[in-house]
């Protein structure tokens, strides 16, 4: 049974691109978190899905950011007109149930903003 | 506004002694308590949780205590090994079986050095 699954593990970008981070979670999960880790800082969350449905995106900024899980396939995390700024580790958790005890973690991708 | 802070960046102990992580929050509607363990260049993994009816909470060698009246929570790894040196993350919920999302700490960097 695979864990929370996400690539690429490291993507550069340069300034203006677009980025899109994947996110495959655990098997028969439908919940999926998305956090953002800044250099030297703790796990900042970002948006919370369920298949087809966005359900809190209070940590999500304005402009630029989207998130989606579709019915089939992963989710996504898109940032578009990337800046030096995005550059940080995104991290994606899984669980079976709304409020399960724990999500379980992906390995994270690395953004780089060049 | 740090809802949520390790003000311990880092700690350094001895094989077999004990570990002691703190945390500190702001928030007195957090419910749910969790502490999460990160390698490099890896997602965090569960350690263990708490919810705010308890004050103490075991798993093995981590105990993690609560006292809500102070606002404080933390861990506590009896001997200590070389494998437990990581990152150590608290976080914070205040509606976990809604599926609330989770409030990060800065992290503490733990070595234990044989």
């Known amino acids: 049974n695979a864990g929370v699954m996400q690539n690429p593990r490291h993507l550069v970008r340069r300034r203006g691109q677009e980025a899109r981070l994947r996110c495959s979670p655990m098997k028969g999960h439908s919940h999926v978190y998305w956090y953002r880790q800044l250099p030297e800082e703790g796990l900042k969350f970002m948006v919370y899905l369920q298949k087809e449905n966005i359900i809190d995106e209070s940590g999500m900024p304005k402009e630029r950011f989207s998130a989606e899980f579709p019915k089939e396939g992963p989710s996504i995390l898109r940032i578009q007109q990337v800046v030096r700024g995005d550059s940080a580790a995104y991290f994606c958790a899984s669980s079976l149930y709304r409020g399960e005890t724990e999500a379980f973690f992906g390995q994270g991708t690395r953004l780089t903003v060049v | 506004d740090q809802q949520v802070k390790q003000n311990s960046p880092s700690l350094s102990v001895q094989e077999g002694r004990i570990s002691i992580l703190n945390c500190d929050y702001t928030?007195?509607?957090?419910?749910?308590f969790l502490w999460y363990k990160k390698y490099p260049a890896e997602g965090p993994t569960f350690l263990i949780s708490?919810?705010?009816?308890?004050d103490k909470n075991e798993d093995g060698r981590f105990t993690v205590f609560l006292n809500k009246s102070a606002k404080h929570l933390s861990l506590h790894i009896v001997s200590s090994q070389p494998g437990d040196s990581a990152v150590y993350f608290c976080a914070a919920s205040a509606d976990y079986n809604q599926g609330g999302k989770l409030i990060f700490g800065q992290g503490t960097e733990l070595s234990v050095k044989p």
């Open positions: 708490i919810s705010s009816i308890k």
């Open positions: 928030n007195s509607m957090f419910d749910y």
